[in-house]
């Protein structure tokens, strides 16, 4: 069974740059969610696909956007750098039919903006 | 909004101590889950509670959920130093997308000789 990947794992950007982390979900989920994690805190829920469409969305503005493939896998798309960007971003994959809500986490990439 | 609070932040503990980590939340649920990251690293699935009175164990770690209290706890017995990470509790808010879930700040964990 294939796990949650995420690229890049590391990346730096300036502010007023654009950026795009990539997911690929488990074997066999459908849903992917996009997390935000700042040093020092908990994840914060940015947004989540299902079927290729938004399906909930945190409160996070809308340079913060995403798309979902055929295959699953996800991309999220930050518009318009800011410092306070700064963080883990962490895309999990689950599959609304199985009904525990658990969620499954890829390894994070971590962006810096300068 | 949901709130998720988690105490203590910071646990040292020694080696062979029990200790329990306490997770509140503000708003009604009936989905917990605990989850465990290791430094640098993502988040592990620890356990899922799915409703009222749930307990469940594993290794060390035990976990339950009181709904009506709105809390879970993690128990930890007997520590070993395997066991030092960050530890976070998750709700799921009762009526919202299923997988957005609220996050605590997490407890570090530290297991010392």
């Known amino acids: 069974e294939t796990g949650v990947t995420q690229s890049p794992t590391h990346l730096i950007k300036t502010r007023g740059q654009q950026v795009t982390l990539r997911c690929s979900s488990q074997s066999g989920h459908n849903t992917v969610s996009w997390y935000q994690q700042a040093l020092g805190q908990g994840p914060q829920f940015i947004f989540q696909?299902?079927?290729?469409?938004?399906?909930g969305r945190g409160n996070f503005p809308p340079r913060f956007s995403g798309l979902q493939f055929p295959n699953y896998s996800s991309e999220l798309n930050v518009n318009a750098l800011e410092l306070d960007d700064s963080a883990l971003y962490l895309c999990?994959?689950?599959?609304?039919?199985?009904?525990?809500?658990?969620?499954?986490f890829g390894e994070g990439s971590r962006l810096t903006v300068l | 909004e949901l709130k998720v609070e988690q105490n203590p932040l910071f646990l040292s503990m020694q080696e062979g101590k029990n200790y329990t980590i306490y997770c509140n939340y503000s708003t009604t649920s009936d989905r917990l889950y605990w989850y465990r990251q290791d430094p640098g690293k993502s988040l592990e699935s620890l356990f899922v509670l799915l409703s009222n009175g749930a307990v469940k164990q594993e290794g060390r770690l035990m976990a339950s959920l009181d709904t009506k209290a709105r809390l879970s706890t993690l128990h930890i017995t007997a520590a070993v130093h395997d066991l030092s990470a960050t530890y976070f509790c998750?709700?799921?808010?009762?009526?919202?997308?299923?997988?957005?879930?609220?996050f605590g700040r997490g407890t570090q964990l530290t297991v010392w000789p």
């Open positions: 696909y299902y079927r290729e469409e938004e399906n």
């Open positions: 999990a994959s689950s599959s609304l039919a199985e009904g525990t809500g658990e969620l499954f």
């Open positions: 998750a709700v799921d808010y009762r009526g919202s997308t299923l997988g957005r879930l609220y």
